[in-house]
Structures are given as structure tokens and as C-alpha cells.
């Protein structure tokens, strides 16, 4: 923990964090944490959201837990921090055991003063036991949007954390967003009980960047892209695609006519991505060809151009992404390249969500009989029901907000541990009670060639020891360096509240849930036009992106294409010939094989749309001849004409 001998906001900002002032909207933020309200803050990418929480976890006491989805984000403001001497660490998949372990050590001797987590760290049984002990000063929630069914980035897993923060009697929470519509913003203030006077919003507008949209064929938009390029002086520039394939194609193409140009995406190896995360962060002219995943907590103040060589798949997508050009307050070019094709693929990955009504039936049917408590591995329905797990998670979240199940927690059916000294040193550091205990517990363990396996419910039913108990204790002899700790077997506890009252209120509550789905998919459809509708309007880019966020501009900005006068273009419509007689043939050749993850014609659909499913992966489909082999026609399309009468 530093030390500061200013207890005022502003002296802990100049000789700790080395800014002279606070900019807009950081100071009435703070303010109000420090009064004990929890705050919205809405601010543009790139204006200082973090400062917001971590000046004031400096002056509050416990430790300030930081939820964000953004490993990199992460990496980047640990290293910020530890750099002006402040105490903090974060949790996510690529620290080491031993990096695990001090973190563990250190929030329990009360050294950290911010922790950063992903969200499904919330979701980790030990964890959450470790944070009960713990004075939590304040909870931070980054892309503060996912809490929302109306944003554009909705995760289930955010639903819940405002009833964790009544759990961890957490002192006051804030949300952070660069994008959330006034609707989104009503959602996330709802959950975490923020009054309206506590939103501080500091509008979207960034009057350095120029906005132009370019409607053009897909297939000419590698020579238009690299055209716009050498035109333009060079600087650091982001090209933003769908597809990991596409941002290899481009990054080759590029290079291959003197732009030297690397590809980023989730497919490469981390290493790989790392190196080229850094070298861009160390060019004046590095040109980065990459997936939606790159930029995400990236603080390069120089970035002098985004282009989105694909239309982005929303508005509060395109705002985030070209958030991260000119943050210097320097000029900074913002150029979306649209095609008719991406219109398809977008809406195509929205129709591929959703599950069939009769998968939703069967889930919720078997999740509903599985007694007065139960657990279940999403993993395990995914396959089962043929629905993805990120929406059996928000299937069962919607069940908890019907009233009919509630969480009891997740927890892991098995434990591993390998022993790092011999049973009798192991023993000998406790009193003769604790070590009673632990030689009763071990008894119930079963050796491999390394590792001893122990079921815990079976171990708490046999030693009459609570869960609880068995589990700290294997914590604590991780802490101590006595044992390497190891879990599986990842199940998710519910209990019953409200039985449903027969055939008639089950098939209600699933054609409420059936329904909620088609709504959003809809809603998702409808964001995609929004895109389309704002690279073709008539009137200022500015104006019209800002009344999609609700805030009015009082004048055009003057410096986008429509206001320096350029032509209003339309995007291309690729014309295809339609389904005919011999797709009918495909289809009915694809129907005698009888695959079971093929029955239902939104199945069917996806197949042939190049969208995969659980069941068809397990059966090894998308090797099949005829996957995606309709990848370039509309998903309804495609849907409408197998759902055809045909003699």
C-alpha cells in the first residue's frame, strides 16, 4: 500500500498518479464514491473510466474487486499501477500457480488494494469463500453493458453480480461504459440501485475524428482498403474484421503491396498475439489487421486511423472501436468500408443463437424435474439439448428471474491434490485436533501415479465434516505450499422456489422463454440495420450516431463526409439466383442420412448456413461436405425454403 500525505482527491492525483487535473466527468465520479453512493459513469473510450475507481480505492479501506472481461485491460493497468507503487494483482487464466497463490497470500494479509477479475472468476467456489472473509471497499464493473438484455454485448453472468454485491456487503459499486443507449443505462442503474442525480455521462462526441463510410462490392474491398492506406500519411492504424480467417487474408494482401501489415485474432498462438500487441505499441506506423479482440484496454494515445474493413455488428460496437483512434486530441481518420455480404454473416451469427423452441422445451422440462435441489454441468446440457452454453446459462438465469430456481452457488465435484512433502511433515505443522481431521479426510482420497483424487460430498457424508470445512482446509495447505491443488468437475447448484403447476405452466414458461429468445434476435437483427442505415444516411455521422445514444448535437460537426459534401453511396446488393429444384435435391439427400442434430429445420438451416452447433460438433459435422455450403445467402432464406411444403 502507498503511502500519501494528502488525503484529498486532488493531492492523491498529482503525486500519485501524475495528473495535474482531473478531466471531464472523473472528479463528480469520484465524489461520489467517496460519499458512499454507487455511480454510472459513461464516458467514451479512452477518457479515464479507471481513474474513476482507482484514486478512490487508494482512500477507502478493504480492497476494491475490478470485474472486467478484458485480459489485456487487465495486464496493462496492473502494470500502470504496481509501476506508481500501488498494491494491486489481478486473477485470470495465464497467472502462474505461484502468482496464484501470492495474490491469495496477499489478500488475506490486507497488502492489495485492487484486485481485477474476470467475471466467471465470481462463479469459482474457492474464490468466493476467500472474498466473505474480506472487507470489499468497493466493486468496480467494467462493460457494465453486459448486465443489460438490451445492450449489445449482454453475458448472463453480469446478471448476477448485483446479487453478489448484497452478499459481499460490498460498500458501493460502480459501472463503467463507453456505449450504453438510454435504455441500457436505465437497465444497469436499476440493478445496482443507482439514483439517477449519481449518472455522469460526458457525451460521445470526439471532435478530432472524421467519420467516412465507403459502400463498395466485397470483392473489390482489398484494393479500395489498400488504396485509402497509401493515400493517407502513415501512422498506427487498426483494420477491424469479422472473420480470424479474413483478418489473415488481408494482413497477407496488405504486406504483399508494401504495407507491412501483421494479423491479430484469438486463433494465434498467445505468445504471437503478445509480440504483436507490443510491437504496435511501440510503432509510429505498425498496421494491425484484427479480429474485435485487439484494442480492448489498449492505452496508445497515437492511434491515427481505424478502419472497419467489415461492418461492425453494432453501433455501440463501432463507437467502442473508433474510441481508440486520436486520443491524443490530434486528427484521426475513422473509415468503415460496407459491403451487402456482411449484412448476411452478421445477421446469420445472430439466427445461429438461437435456440428451437423444442430444445428450450426439453431443457427447461429436465431442469425442472430434478428434484427440490439440484446441480447440473452446462457443459454436459449443451450436448444434450443441443444449445450452446453461454445460452443454457441464460436460460437458467431467466428461471431465476421467473421466480423458479434459485442459485446456490457453483462447486466442484472433485479435488486434486498432490502432496509437496511427506504425510508426517504435513501433519506435524498442525495441533493434534486439525490433524486428526486432515489424516480422517485423506483416508476418504484416492492415489494415482501423482495426484489424489478426493469427491468431496462423499468425503462430508462419510467424516460428518460440512463441505465448507473440507474445503478451506485444502486451501489453507495450498497457501502453506504443502499441497498442488487441482479441481474438476464444475457443477452449478439450484434450488426449487415456486413448483410449476402442471403441462399447462410448464409449456406457458416455455414459450415465455422461447419468445424472449426470438425477441432478441430480432433486437440483434434490428442493430445490424442500424449499422447499414447510419453507412448510408444523408445527414451528419456525428449527428446520427449521437441520437442513437440519446444525445442531442446542437449543430453538424463539419468535418465528416457528409459534411464536407462527398456523394451519399448504397451498398451493393449482391444478387444470387434463388433456392431452386436442385437445393430441394441437396436438401432431401442431406435428410436421408438422418442425422439427430439435423431433425429440426433451424438445425438444418445452421448446417447449411456454416453455423455449428454442440450436437452437430460432437458428431463431427462441420467436416461434412455440405457444411456451409449456403454460407453466402441469408439465414431466413435459407430457413424459409426447408420449412417449404414439398410433395
Not at 490486507?110 to 472468476?121: F, M, Q, T, V, W
Not at 461504459?177 to 455521462?201: H, L
Not at 492506406?229 to 472473420?243: D, H, M, N, S
Given at each position: 500500500?502507498?503511502?500519501?500525505?494528502?488525503?484529498?482527491?486532488?493531492?492523491?492525483?498529482?503525486?500519485?498518479?501524475?495528473?495535474?487535473?482531473?478531466?471531464?466527468?472523473?472528479?463528480?465520479?469520484?465524489?461520489?464514491?467517496?460519499?458512499?453512493?454507487?455511480?454510472?459513469?459513461?464516458?467514451?473510450?479512452?477518457?479515464?473510466?479507471?481513474?474513476?475507481?482507482?484514486?478512490?480505492?487508494?482512500?477507502?479501506?478493504?480492497?476494491?474487486?475490478?470485474?472486467?472481461?478484458?485480459?489485456?485491460?487487465?495486464?496493462?493497468?496492473?502494470?500502470?499501477?504496481?509501476?506508481?507503487?500501488?498494491?494491486?494483482?489481478?486473477?485470470?487464466?495465464?497467472?502462474?500457480?505461484?502468482?496464484?497463490?501470492?495474490?491469495?497470500?496477499?489478500?488475506?494479509?490486507?497488502?492489495?488494494?485492487?484486485?481485477?477479475?474476470?467475471?466467471?472468476?465470481?462463479?469459482?467456489?474457492?474464490?468466493?469463500?476467500?472474498?466473505?472473509?474480506?472487507?470489499?471497499?468497493?466493486?468496480?464493473?467494467?462493460?457494465?453493458?453486459?448486465?443489460?438484455?438490451?445492450?449489445?454485448?449482454?453475458?448472463?453472468?453480469?446478471?448476477?453480480?448485483?446479487?453478489?454485491?448484497?452478499?459481499?456487503?460490498?460498500?458501493?459499486?460502480?459501472?463503467?461504459?463507453?456505449?450504453?443507449?438510454?435504455?441500457?443505462?436505465?437497465?444497469?442503474?436499476?440493478?445496482?440501485?443507482?439514483?439517477?442525480?449519481?449518472?455522469?455521462?460526458?457525451?460521445?462526441?470526439?471532435?478530432?475524428?472524421?467519420l467516412q463510410a465507403i459502400p463498395c462490392e466485397a470483392a473489390k474491398r482489398q484494393t479500395i482498403l489498400m488504396n485509402r492506406l497509401l493515400a493517407q500519411p502513415r501512422g498506427p492504424t487498426i483494420v477491424y474484421v469479422t472473420l480470424q480467417r479474413t483478418a489473415e487474408e488481408v494482413a497477407a494482401f496488405l504486406s504483399q503491396n508494401e504495407i507491412p501489415a501483421e494479423a491479430y485474432h484469438a486463433g494465434l498462438d498467445p505468445e504471437k498475439r503478445h509480440a504483436v500487441q507490443d510491437r504496435f505499441m511501440q510503432s509510429e506506423t505498425a498496421v494491425v489487421v484484427a479480429t474485435i479482440?485487439?484494442?480492448?484496454?489498449?492505452?496508445?494515445?497515437?492511434?491515427?486511423?481505424?478502419?472497419?474493413?467489415?461492418?461492425?455488428?453494432?453501433?455501440?460496437?463501432?463507437?467502442?472501436?473508433?474510441?481508440?483512434?486520436?486520443?491524443?486530441?490530434?486528427?484521426?481518420?475513422?473509415?468503415?468500408?460496407?459491403?451487402?455480404?456482411?449484412?448476411?454473416?452478421?445477421?446469420?451469427?445472430?439466427?445461429?443463437?438461437?435456440?428451437?423452441?423444442?430444445?428450450?422445451?426439453?431443457?427447461?422440462?429436465?431442469?425442472?424435474?430434478?428434484?427440490?435441489?439440484?446441480?447440473?454441468?452446462?457443459?454436459?446440457?449443451?450436448?444434450?439439448?443441443?444449445?450452446?452454453?453461454?445460452?443454457?446459462?441464460?436460460?437458467?438465469?431467466?428461471?431465476?428471474?421467473?421466480?423458479?430456481?434459485?442459485?446456490?452457488?457453483?462447486?466442484?465435484?472433485?479435488?486434486?491434490?498432490?502432496?509437496?512433502?511427506?504425510?508426517?511433515?504435513?501433519?506435524?505443522?498442525?495441533?493434534?485436533?486439525?490433524?486428526?481431521?486432515?489424516?480422517?479426510?485423506?483416508?476418504?482420497?484416492?492415489?494415482?501415479?501423482?495426484?489424489?483424487?478426493?469427491?468431496?460430498?462423499?468425503?462430508?457424508?462419510?467424516?460428518?465434516?460440512?463441505?465448507?470445512?473440507?474445503?478451506?482446509?485444502?486451501?489453507?495447505?495450498?497457501?502453506?505450499?504443502?499441497?498442488?491443488?487441482?479441481?474438476?468437475?464444475?457443477?452449478?447448484?439450484?434450488?426449487?422456489?415456486?413448483?410449476?403447476?402442471?403441462?399447462?405452466?410448464?409449456?406457458?414458461?416455455?414459450?415465455?422463454?422461447?419468445?424472449?429468445?426470438?425477441?432478441?434476435?430480432?433486437?440483434?437483427?434490428?442493430?445490424?440495420?442500424?449499422?447499414?442505415?447510419?453507412?448510408?444516411?444523408?445527414?451528419?455521422?456525428?449527428?446520427?450516431?449521437?441520437?442513437?445514444?440519446?444525445?442531442?448535437?446542437?449543430?453538424?460537426?463539419?468535418?465528416?463526409?457528409?459534411?464536407?459534401?462527398?456523394?451519399?453511396?448504397?451498398?451493393?446488393?449482391?444478387?444470387?439466383?434463388?433456392?431452386?429444384?436442385?437445393?430441394?435435391?441437396?436438401?432431401?439427400?442431406?435428410?436421408?442420412?438422418?442425422?439427430?442434430?439435423?431433425?429440426?429445420?433451424?438445425?438444418?438451416?445452421?448446417?447449411?448456413?456454416?453455423?455449428?452447433?454442440?450436437?452437430?460438433?460432437?458428431?463431427?459435422?462441420?467436416?461434412?461436405?455440405?457444411?456451409?455450403?449456403?454460407?453466402?445467402?441469408?439465414?431466413?432464406?435459407?430457413?424459409?425454403?426447408?420449412?417449404?411444403?414439398?410433395?
Amino acid at each position: 500500500m502507498i503511502a500519501t500525505s494528502s488525503p484529498e482527491p486532488i493531492g492523491l492525483l498529482q503525486s500519485t498518479f501524475s495528473f495535474p487535473s482531473f478531466r471531464g466527468g472523473q472528479e463528480a465520479v469520484v465524489t461520489r464514491l467517496l460519499a458512499g453512493k454507487s455511480s454510472l459513469a459513461i464516458f467514451p473510450t479512452g477518457a479515464g473510466k479507471s481513474l474513476c475507481y482507482q484514486l478512490p480505492a487508494l482512500l477507502l479501506e478493504g480492497v476494491t474487486l475490478v470485474v472486467s472481461p478484458l485480459i489485456a485491460l487487465m495486464k496493462d493497468q496492473i502494470d500502470f499501477l504496481r509501476g506508481k507503487g500501488i498494491a494491486a494483482a489481478r486473477l485470470d487464466s495465464t497467472v502462474s500457480l505461484e502468482e496464484y497463490r501470492q495474490v491469495f497470500a496477499d489478500l488475506r494479509a490486507d497488502k492489495l488494494k485492487l484486485l481485477y477479475i474476470a467475471p466467471e472468476r465470481l462463479g469459482n467456489e474457492r474464490f468466493l469463500q476467500t472474498l466473505k472473509q474480506l472487507k470489499i471497499a468497493m466493486l468496480a464493473v467494467d462493460e457494465a453493458h453486459c448486465i443489460s438484455e438490451w445492450g449489445h454485448n449482454f453475458r448472463p453472468d453480469y446478471l448476477k453480480l448485483a446479487q453478489l454485491a448484497k452478499a459481499l456487503r460490498v460498500g458501493r459499486v460502480l459501472a463503467l461504459t463507453a456505449t450504453a443507449t438510454p435504455a441500457v443505462a436505465g437497465q444497469i442503474a436499476a440493478a445496482f440501485a443507482i439514483e439517477k442525480a449519481d449518472v455522469v455521462s460526458t457525451g460521445f462526441y470526439r471532435s478530432n475524428l472524421h467519420l467516412q463510410a465507403i459502400p463498395c462490392e466485397a470483392a473489390k474491398r482489398q484494393t479500395i482498403l489498400m488504396n485509402r492506406l497509401l493515400a493517407q500519411p502513415r501512422g498506427p492504424t487498426i483494420v477491424y474484421v469479422t472473420l480470424q480467417r479474413t483478418a489473415e487474408e488481408v494482413a497477407a494482401f496488405l504486406s504483399q503491396n508494401e504495407i507491412p501489415a501483421e494479423a491479430y485474432h484469438a486463433g494465434l498462438d498467445p505468445e504471437k498475439r503478445h509480440a504483436v500487441q507490443d510491437r504496435f505499441m511501440q510503432s509510429e506506423t505498425a498496421v494491425v489487421v484484427a479480429t474485435i479482440a485487439f484494442g480492448m484496454g489498449i492505452d496508445k494515445a497515437n492511434i491515427r486511423a481505424v478502419y472497419h474493413y467489415n461492418l461492425p455488428k453494432t453501433l455501440e460496437n463501432y463507437a467502442q472501436e473508433i474510441g481508440r483512434a486520436g486520443r491524443d486530441g490530434e486528427p484521426a481518420h475513422c473509415e468503415l468500408l460496407a459491403a451487402e455480404d456482411d449484412v448476411i454473416v452478421l445477421q446469420n451469427f445472430t439466427f445461429g443463437d438461437t435456440p428451437t423452441p423444442g430444445a428450450v422445451g426439453s431443457l427447461v422440462t429436465h431442469v425442472l424435474s430434478l428434484g427440490d435441489t439440484f446441480d447440473i454441468s452446462t457443459y454436459e446440457l449443451s450436448f444434450k439439448h443441443d444449445i450452446k452454453p453461454i445460452v443454457i446459462e441464460t436460460i437458467l438465469t431467466y428461471l431465476e428471474l421467473l421466480g423458479l430456481i434459485e442459485s446456490t452457488g457453483p462447486f466442484y465435484s472433485e479435488y486434486k491434490f498432490q502432496p509437496l512433502v511427506s504425510g508426517q511433515q504435513m501433519l506435524a505443522a498442525f495441533d493434534p485436533n486439525r490433524a486428526a481431521f486432515l489424516k480422517k479426510l485423506f483416508k476418504h482420497a484416492t492415489q494415482a501415479k501423482v495426484w489424489w483424487s478426493l469427491k468431496i460430498d462423499d468425503a462430508g457424508e462419510a467424516t460428518g465434516e460440512p463441505r465448507e470445512r473440507i474445503i478451506a482446509a485444502l486451501n489453507f495447505l495450498e497457501e502453506k505450499n504443502l499441497i498442488e491443488l487441482q479441481v474438476a468437475g464444475v457443477r452449478q447448484g439450484y434450488r426449487v422456489k415456486k413448483a410449476v403447476g402442471g403441462a399447462d405452466e410448464l409449456r406457458r414458461v416455455c414459450d415465455k422463454l422461447s419468445t424472449r429468445f426470438i425477441t432478441r434476435e430480432q433486437r440483434d437483427i434490428a442493430r445490424v440495420q442500424e449499422v447499414l442505415a447510419f453507412t448510408t444516411t444523408a445527414t451528419c455521422r456525428w449527428r446520427h450516431l449521437l441520437n442513437y445514444f440519446g444525445e442531442a448535437m446542437e449543430k453538424d460537426c463539419g468535418h465528416c463526409d457528409r459534411c464536407q459534401g462527398l456523394p451519399i453511396g448504397r451498398v451493393p446488393v449482391t444478387h444470387g439466383r434463388a433456392l431452386g429444384e436442385q437445393d430441394a435435391k441437396t436438401l432431401e439427400k442431406l435428410n436421408a442420412e438422418r442425422h439427430s442434430s439435423l431433425e429440426h429445420p433451424r438445425q438444418l438451416a445452421r448446417f447449411l448456413c456454416g453455423l455449428s452447433s454442440p450436437q452437430a460438433s460432437r458428431e463431427r459435422l462441420g467436416r461434412h461436405r455440405l457444411f456451409g455450403a449456403w454460407s453466402f445467402r441469408p439465414f431466413q432464406e435459407v430457413l424459409e425454403f426447408i420449412e417449404r411444403p414439398r410433395d
